[in-house]
């Protein structure tokens, strides 16, 4: 397949001066969705051989070695990322390793896309767009967390901290309105530091 | 009249007067108009006092003209607007809004102006506007409602004037959670904030005043021997600097909700123009879930209401000590004090320390006495107890307070005996505390009445939420700095599981004071009329006569009276009146306080803006837009849109000079006779696998599917379990177990959760994944005699031969470099293929079969061209043939259900008497008798047309368009037992008194032996 | 606004978050006998609710999470949510016993020998 042909959702978009964060769209990253059931040992073993490594089984939690990383969606469910120009592979290698086992796997590579945020305000601006306080304990590194966004579902993904990088992937028809959502709300000057060491009010 | 200006000067206060302003810094701003100026740290409401300006608007109903009464939230009189054009905002209290470099502001509900009013003349008429006044005007005649009441209601509802465009400023809300929320910043909050924030607890303390610290510098009292406000400043500061807390003044707590969901309404930058300029929102809405809410919202004083007692100049004790101390402004020149309390002998004092004469404490308690009085008598002021003021008197129309007369006063409530004129220009009124309860009630929190403070406390409350402070009733600082800790110290460890050691209260005191008397009216003692009103209800011009008079017509619910006379209804919910109107019905009606009840209280506390619940929703935010992988290329195409839930998709492509119609017929046309392109991508698209894939497509469709070979595809319906159909689509067999479904666009998301609701809930040993893969496709529809060749020109290893690839059929493969799956089915009865393609190279596959196809005329075709060729065949769509309520058995589409499966969703249901019966409505097609006659959609038929209404309907159009193909209006329509009526001509009455007749006929109108798909 | 915890994954969220289905514990009679169905039987499972006013047993779903669906024990008129358990169980006993009386009749009536699944 031709490279040349790919056009992501956002190809067209570059984050506007003066944002507190730094955006972009990642675009060399495949996705594929895996469905099996993790009381199968088999299909936790074959999954295994095939992407080399478990699969979480811990809500919410992620694993990774090297390029492939597991997210776990649901108790039978997981988002596996990979190189794009690797899936065409992955898919097939977890295929012929899940022959005759009960498990289902797609490629979602262009289902959705996938919206990198780094920065210090990344956490308090998803915050003005959905109900999960971000800086709370519970979203360090590794964590996935599905979501409503705004009016869209979507999932985050903490890939690292200091500074912090999340991952925020939403189904790619609504890849302009998670932008401009995220453009609209990380302004500089718009910051609400939360709960960070202040200076004292004014009083009576 | 001169406006005199009422600043105190600095000297000889010690500086306890003016502590907010700089009055280094003057700053500049325009009231009605015209340019004055004020001091940095003034509100508008001071800033007009110290330029002497004491009416700032006029009432609602007799347009009197009014002054500040309260300050900060409580105010009811000074609504103001502020900014012009797009930036103009109504209704604010001219106590809260700050003033900074270039404010403009002006008074509201007066024309021509404030200083002389029109709409007077009402107060002249005032008999004319007894309460009830608008149930008992605008009653008759019938034909008056809507050409003569309703402009006059209208005209004389209003409240302040709208911006004239967009507003140019953003807003945005914010979600977090918290351990402890404190509401309130006054010694209460603050204490509660520091204890639960001693067990490490996130913690959010909100006040709604730009300045934390509550009345903590007007209150009097010591907190670890030293000033309050010494403790106050030190507190507010350790706790914003610890970083586990979060202080946020200019923030009103608006209201609570279940499981503890509070709502906060911070303003941001509206106060600043340089802060809204660097990008910060105007306002901010927090929507927070706090662990524990701690209510410290302190205590709201209510007046006495006497006569003529809404005069400008009339003022709430509190008021009058806190302008002076914050702004060093007082509303005139001498003052007279009337209480039933000892707080407000503070003001009298404070005002001499100012320099600002007090003619007379007037208190009816008979034999006053206390640390306070004592030292008013001290400072000389003159004292009047057992007293209350029973008139007023004023010049320039009300504007300009003379002189008020006193008469002696006993406890029964009467007025009587020798009158004293004292002559003030202010009078300083204080009637007791109403614990600001509202939050506590949004959430279902109920009330106790407190015979001590004469007014509802909160009773515990079920939700994690307590009141502290004066919220609570508690008023001394000991008491109250003793509860907040313990408050605070309980919510936090509750919240955290902390097992810190309780953090000491300090000590605290303050002046002991004597009891209150409850006095909710002082009589006049001049004729009860209209030139002596008593006002209880300022903002809505309710007065005492007003409710007494509701009593009088046996409105004895405290809930009747509320709507009857509009008390407590305006925008400050009857801050400072809800009480007080209980009170005066307790006197009227001789039932005790407790047993009249409150009336409900509501969120908002206080009113915020549209624009922080619009958020960041507006603009190209307002609504999603979703968008296939061709949204930039219909775009350029010049396509006009059809919304499709939240999709966008191409309704057609008009060309030059075209219209929509001539666009429309030509899109046909090209798949009836060339080939056309069509963006079907927002079909739902479900894969389905495991062991049990088939039995469960069998559960879910009306018609069986497990048969089908890998390959093969099926066209399926599915019912609900009412045995209504809800969706259709072609499913088809990608490999042994695994299935491919497609839905309809709107269904996409609701089918796959369908599946998912019947897996998990009630075939739960069924072995099925499914996933969906909707988005993961762009799919295309290449339809018409021409797209075989046109595809046939791709390269790659798709055999498109009709043997190959027959109907029905499907296969995978790879064409122009890219992986597809080849469907080949058809929705317009032609020669018809789907192409999917992963979406990321959408956009390139189309743009090579556009290439493909050039030399065959290839056009892309919209929704609607879809629609029409779809009715031309007669093809159901759901939404169109069904709306719910329409069985496939209605629509004729008996050969899709099964007899034989033992059961699937809505078997069932197709046997109850309702659906079984003879009389249901049936699908047909129609011919106008008329062929350009084109029915308009959803037109009902009649058994027969008649003048008499409601004519017997007996069926309605359903679907109905201009046939290119046919050259000819059709239509298909749901008619009862219309299959027996095949031949007959039916009718429809349509706009204007028409009325058009049609022929039933067969649905399909065209190629009804379906040869030109099977090619 | 409730705040509910997903007993599959989990996630305490907004009530936003996750969708109602609904009274929970109704027996669908076609699945286990498709054919000796009476219409007032049919009737009672499309249309008959118990909707007491006091605690209640409904069907939630995990919809911006897990998508899994589960039980809810709430009561209709303080909103207190009191627990949850997964999609083919039965009440717990003390859930239960805080239940509306309608539900333990419900209970009773299913403890009878016909009654072969536990999660009707
Ligand atoms: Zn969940």
């Known amino acids: 397949m031709s490279e040349a042909l790919i056009i992501t959702p956002l190809y067209d978009r570059e984050a506007p001066g003066g944002l507190a964060i730094i955006m972009t769209e990642v675009v060399d990253l495949g996705m594929i969705d895996l469905r099996g059931l993790p009381k199968d040992k088999k299909f936790m073993d074959a999954a295994k051989a095939a992407l080399g490594i478990a699969l979480p089984t811990a809500p919410r939690t992620s694993a990774g070695m090297g390029d492939i990383v597991c997210l776990w969606m649901s108790p039978d469910q997981w988002l596996i990322t ?12 977890l295929n012929a390793s899940l022959e005759g086992i009960f498990s289902l796997a797609v490629d979602m590579s262009d289902a959705r896309t996938i919206i990198r945020l780094e920065g210090d305000r990344v956490r308090e601006t998803l915050m003005k767009g959905s109900s999960i306080d971000f800086t709370q304990s519970g979203y360090e590194a590794g964590t996935v967390r599905r979501m409503l966004f705004g009016e869209i579902a ?42 960070s060491s202040a200076e004292a009010p004014p009083v009576v | 009249m001169s406006n005199k200006p009422y600043r105190v000067p600095t000297a000889g206060t010690g500086g306890t007067v003016g502590r907010v302003i700089d009055r280094s810094q003057m700053i500049d701003f325009q009231w009605n108009g015209r340019k004055y100026a004020g001091y940095e740290g003034d509100t508008l409401a001071s800033a007009l006092f110290a330029n002497g300006i004491r009416v700032v608007g006029r009432s609602f109903k007799y347009h009197r003209p009014r002054g500040v009464l309260g300050f900060g939230s409580n105010e009811p009189n000074a609504l103001v607007g502020v900014g012009s054009g797009n930036r103009q905002e109504p209704n604010l209290r001219a106590t809260q809004v700050e003033l900074h470099a270039g404010l403009t502001a002006s008074a509201q509900n007066a024309w021509p102006s404030v200083e002389f009013d029109v709409g007077q003349v009402n107060s002249l008429a005032s008999r004319l506007f007894p309460s009830g006044f608008y149930y008992k005007t605008f009653m008759w005649p019938q034909s008056f409602w809507k050409s003569v ?202 005002l001499l320390a100012a320099g600002v004469p007090v003619g007379r404490i007037i208190d009816v308690r008979a034999e006053p006495s206390g640390p306070l009085i004592e030292a008013a008598k001290s400072a000389g002021i003159e004292i009047s107890a057992g007293s209350a003021i029973c008139g007023l008197n004023a010049k320039s129309g009300g504007k300009h307070i003379t002189s008020v007369k006193m008469a002696p006063y ?23 505390w109403n614990p600001v309860v509202h939050l506590h009630c949004h959430n279902g929190g109920k009330l106790d009445f407190d015979q001590k403070l004469q007014s509802f406390v909160p009773k515990p409350h079920a939700d994690p939420v307590v009141t502290i402070g004066a919220a609570n009733g508690t008023f001394g600082l000991g008491d109250l700095m003793t509860e907040a800790y313990a408050a605070g110290d309980k919510a936090g460890k509750a919240a955290t599981g902390s097992k810190a050691a309780k953090a000491a209260a300090p000590k605290a005191a303050s002046e002991t004071e004597g009891n209150l008397e409850a006095i909710w009216f002082a009589p006049a003692t001049g004729k009860y009329n209209e030139g002596n009103k008593h006002f209880i209800d300022y903002q809505n011009d309710v007065t005492a006569a007003d409710l007494e008079l509701a009593q009088r017509e046996g409105y004895e619910s405290v809930e009747h009276t509320k709507r009857y006379t509009t008390l407590g209804m305006a925008t400050d919910q009857g801050k400072t009146s809800n009480i007080i109107g209980l009170g005066v019905l307790s006197g009227s009606t001789g039932k005790p306080i ?67 119609h001539a666009a429309i017929n030509r899109e046909i046309l090209t798949v009836r006779n060339k080939v056309g392109l069509l963006d079907a991508s927002t079909l739902g698209k479900i894969e389905i696998k495991g062991p049990d894939a088939g039995a469960l497509l069998d559960r879910v469709y009306t018609n069986k599917f497990s048969t089908l070979k890998p390959g093969r595809g099926r066209y399926g319906l599915m019912m609900n379990e009412m045995g209504f159909l809800f969706d259709d689509g072609v499913t088809v067999c990608l490999g042994e177990n695994h299935y491919l479904m497609h ?186 008798e008329d062929p350009n006659e084109v029915l308009p959609d959803g037109a009902y038929a009649v058994s027969e047309v008649s003048e008499k209404l409601p004519m017997d309907m007996i069926g309605q159009v359903t679907s109905t368009y201009w046939s290119p193909t046919l050259n000819r209006s059709i239509a298909m329509a749901l008619v009862k037992q219309g299959r027996a009526k095949m031949g007959q001509k039916i009718t429809f009455p349509v706009a204007d008194g028409k009325v058009v007749r049609a022929e039933i006929v067969d649905p399909v109108f065209y190629d009804k032996e379906g040869e030109r798909q099977n090619v | ?90 009440p717990p006993a003390a859930l239960l016993k805080k239940a509306d009386p309608l539900w333990q009749a419900h209970f009773e009536a299913a403890k009878k020998p016909s009654a072969k699944k536990a999660k009707s």
């Open chain 1, 82 to 93: 990979c190189p794009r120009k690797a899936v065409g592979g992955l898919l097939a290698k």
């Open chain 1, 154 to 195: 979507a999932m985050v993904h903490v890939v690292s901290e200091k500074p912090d990088v999340f991952h925020l992937m939403v189904f790619r028809s609504y890849a302009h309105h998670a932008w401009d959502w995220i453009e609209a709300t990380a302004m500089k000057g718009s910051e609400v530091e939360f709960l």
């Open chain 2, 149 to 350: 009441y309703e402009p006059i209601i209208r005209r004389a509802a209003g409240l302040g004037v709208a911006p004239e465009g967009p507003d140019p400023d953003t807003y945005e809300q914010f979600n977090c959670h918290c351990d402890v929320l404190v509401v309130g910043g006054g010694a209460a909050g603050l204490a509660a904030a520091e204890a639960a924030s001693a067990n490490g607890a996130r913690v959010i303390i909100a006040d709604e005043n730009p300045q934390f610290g509550g009345i903590s510098d007007i209150a009097g009292g010591t907190i670890g021997g030293e000033a309050q406000s010494k403790w106050i400043a030190a507190t507010a500061a350790s706790l914003a600097k610890s970083g586990n807390v979060h202080v946020m003044n200019r923030t009103t707590v608006v209201g609570h909700y279940h499981h503890n969901y509070v709502m906060m309404f911070e303003r941001v930058a509206e106060h600043d123009p340089n802060l809204l300029s660097s990008g910060a929102p105007r306002h901010r809405l927090w929507k927070v879930r706090a662990k524990q809410v701690i209510i410290a919202s302190g205590a709201i004083e209510r007046p006495i209401p006497f006569a003529n007692n809404d005069r400008p100049g009339v003022m709430l004790s509190t008021s009058v000590r806190a302008h002076l101390a914050r702004y060093g402004v007082t509303p005139g020149y001498r003052g007279v004090v009337f209480t039933n309390n000892d707080d407000a002998y503070r003001t009298a004092t404070d």
């Open chain 2, 410 to 432: 006993s406890t029964s409530g009467r007025v009587s005996g020798a009158e004293e004129e004292i002559a003030c220009d202010f009078v300083a009124v204080s009637g007791g």
């Open chain 2, 594 to 660: 407790p047993e009249i009840g409150t009336t409900t209280f509501r969120p908002p506390y206080t009113p915020f803006s549209f624009g922080s619940i619009a958020g960041t929703q507006v603009g190209k935010l307002f609504h999603v837009v979703r968008r296939t992988a061709l949204f930039d290329w219909h775009a350029e195409a010049g396509a006009t849109w059809e919304p499709i839930g939240d999709w966008r998709r191409a309704y057609c492509y008009p060309k030059g000079e075209e219209d929509k």
């Open chain 2, 743 to 928: 839905t309809t666009s709107g269904g996409a998301e609701r089918i796959v959760e369908w599946l998912e609701e019947w897996l998990q809930t009630e075939w739960t040993d069924m072995k099925v994944f499914v996933t969906a893969v909707t988005e993961q496709w762009s799919q295309y529809g290449v339809a018409g005699p021409k797209a075989r060749a046109l595809l046939e020109k791709l390269e790659g290893d798709v055999d498109f031969g009709a043997d190959a690839l027959s109907f029905m059929g499907m296969t995978e493969g790879t064409l122009a470099g890219t992986r597809v799956r080849v469907f080949r089915i058809s929705f317009s009865g032609e020669l018809s293929y789907e192409i999917a393609v992963p979406s990321h190279n959408g956009r390139a596959f189309w743009e090579k079969l556009l290439e493909a196809g050039e030399e065959f005329g290839v056009e892309p075709y919209g929704t609607e061209a879809l629609h029409v060729l779809r009715a031309e065949k007669g093809f159901i769509a759901i939404g169109d043939e069904t709306d719910g309520t329409v069985t496939p058995l209605d629509l004729g589409l008996n050969w899709a259900v099964s007899k034989k499966k033992a059961d699937y969703l809505g078997k069932r249901a197709l046997d109850l008497p309702h659906l079984a019966a003879e009389n249901r409505k049936e699908l047909v097609g129609l011919l106008t």
């Open chain 3, 1 to 90: 606004m409730l705040v509910i915890t997903c007993p599959v994954c989990g996630v305490e969220g907004e009530e936003a978050d996750f969708h109602c289905g609904g009274e929970g514990h109704i027996a669908r009679p076609a699945t286990e006998n498709p054919d000796g169905i009476s219409d007032d039987a049919q009737r009672d499972y499309m249309f008959m609710r118990k909707n007491p006013k006091g605690v209640h047993f409904e069907r939630w779903r995990c919809d911006r999470g897990c998508g899994k669906w589960f039980h809810a024990c709430r009561d209709t008129v303080s909103m207190q949510i009191f627990g949850y358990y997964g999609i083919t169980q039965r």
